[in-house]
């Protein structure tokens, strides 16, 4: 009986990993943040690490977006502001706002943001192509958007924003 028992749950544990995975497939997570008002969703595999603002050094002679050098665990990690790179306000840095960290090459760049959201989680049905609504500068950025609870989540590539970066970079430097 109680071999029975057993097999009855191994089956029905298999029955609902299926079903997990079925819905897996079909579900989207990233990042969510908030910067001019508008959400933002970054892909998971984007993101290295989440952190509050360390003390910032700044640098001489820089954009005004580009907040200063910081040193985390050793590493020099750059900061920028991305509200005022895209031509928005400076902020006002706050325990609200956290940095969004990012490796790209021998990079590590900080982006503050007004306020990280946490995990979200889409269904891909939600997935709309084009956000005609979004700010000209943005858009180049953003991929689309996930339409969840009345709210435009706007897919957010910083991977296609930091190869921008060292496309710059790379120019300044020859």
Known sequence: ??????????RLTKQ?????QADDINRWSGIAF????????IPLGEVNEV?????????P?????????????GQLLTVIDLSEYFSGPAVKLTR???LLCLRHEDYYIGFIVDQVL???HFHTTSFVALNKVLKQELQKYCHGYFKQKQTHWNVFLFSTLLK??????????T
């Open 1 to 10: 009986m109680a071999v029975s028992g057993f097999l009855e749950l191994l």
């Open 16 to 20: 609902g990993n299926k079903r997990q």
């Open 34 to 41: 908030e910067m001019q008002g508008q959400t933002f969703v």
């Open 51 to 59: 952190l509050y603002c360390p003390e910032l050094t700044s640098v």
């Open 61 to 73: 002679n820089a954009e005004s977006w580009l907040k200063g050098l910081a040193n985390v665990r």
């Open 96 to 98: 609200q706002h956290k």
């Open 118 to 120: 946490g995990l979200q």
């Open 164 to 173: 921008d970066f060292y496309q710059v970079n790379t120019v300044l430097n």
